[in-house]
């Protein structure tokens, strides 16, 4: 069992930054890979990117690839998500979540992942 807890969300400008953590509070996130989930209102959630527990392999949506980070820190039992040049399209809840698979080549669809934390909203406005 892993409990996960997000935070960092919250309201942002258009060009600004924000970054999420992903805390496993129970459960050992190393063992895990780890995934960044968002949901706009009235829209279906979209994965936004993972990060493997191995090699620490990062894959990316296109919507967010070369403004956000993927990145993890074992240690800490943490995972974080980097977000640059905010858009106000990005405004979603944002969710982590975790999964074991033996390796990991791309995004890895929302149904394969076991644990969820509760989500963080962000909001991108002027």
């Known amino acids: 069992q892993v409990q996960l807890v997000e935070s960092g969300g919250g309201l942002v400008q258009p060009g600004g930054s924000l970054t999420l953590s992903c805390t496993a509070s129970t459960g050992t996130l190393e063992l895990y890979t780890v995934g960044w989930f968002r949901q706009a209102p009235g829209k279906e959630r979209e994965g936004v990117s993972c990060?493997?527990?191995?090699?620490?392999?990062?894959y990316y949506a296109d919507s967010v690839k070369g403004r956000f980070t993927i990145s993890r820190d074992n240690a800490k039992n943490t995972a974080y998500l980097q977000m640059n040049s905010l858009k106000p399209e990005d405004t979603a809840v944002y969710y982590c979540a975790v999964v074991r698979v033996p390796s990991v080549g791309s995004l890895i669809p929302s149904d394969w992942y076991n644990f969820w934390g509760q989500g963080t909203h962000v909001t991108v406005s002027s």
């Open positions: 990060i493997s527990n191995s090699l620490g392999s990062a």
